[in-house]
């Protein structure tokens, strides 16, 4: 992959002085900055899969996540919280 990457005058000569002093390319030591930092991220999740992208399925494989099924109710005034009287006692 190649990019692009327009730097201002001072960013210019911090990075031709860090990699000077490595004894690296500008290009080198951008790579193995980028290496360490990207290293150092935790691991990214896989994107979830949209509805659209499920359209070669057969119909019965077409599931709805929970937030599209329950998009129609944003914004209601609903209680949903849990009768506290209904619980039944537990021996442990």
């Not at 990075?15 to 290009?27: I, M, P, T, Y």
């Not at 980028?34 to 994107?47: K, M, N, Q, S, V």
């Not at 599931?63 to 506290?84: H, M, Q, T, V």
């Amino acid at each position: 992959m190649t990019i692009t990457v327009e730097l201002p005058d001072n960013l210019e000569a911090a990075l031709k002085a860090q990699a000077d002093a490595r004894g690296l390319s500008e290009a080198g030591y951008v790579r193995t900055v980028l290496e360490r930092d990207l290293a150092a991220l935790p691991p990214t999740p896989p994107a979830p899969h949209k509805v659209e992208d499920r359209a070669d399925m057969p119909n019965h494989s077409k599931r709805k996540r929970l937030s599209e099924l329950f998009a129609p109710l944003s914004g209601l005034d609903i209680d949903l919280r849990r009768n506290p009287s209904a619980g039944r006692p537990v021996d442990l």
